[in-house]
């Protein structure tokens, strides 16, 4: 991460295992499988997730702070 964008970053990720993640960074996920594999899909409460999980997007990982704090599943793990 030598020239971090997070300011710029407008991208969500959906893992294999249908997490959202609003930054290969972030220490929570949104499930959003059932919502996509319901039989009749939900369109406002899958809005309402990506909504939630866009909203709560930091401004940045602080990833070369002594506050960063490593997520459980790294970039390898979901796909990053």
Do not use: Y
């Amino acid at each position: 991460m030598s020239r971090p964008f997070c300011a710029q970053c407008n991208r969500v990720r959906l893992t294999a295992d249908g997490k959202l993640r609003n930054c290969l960074f972030a220490l929570d996920e949104t499930d959003v499988k059932g919502l996509l594999r319901a039989p009749v899909v939900h369109e406002e409460a899958l809005q309402d997730a990506l909504r939630r999980s866009v909203w709560a997007k930091w401004a940045g990982h602080e990833i070369n702070a002594a506050t960063f704090v490593k997520p459980d599943r790294t970039m390898h793990a979901i796909g990053g």
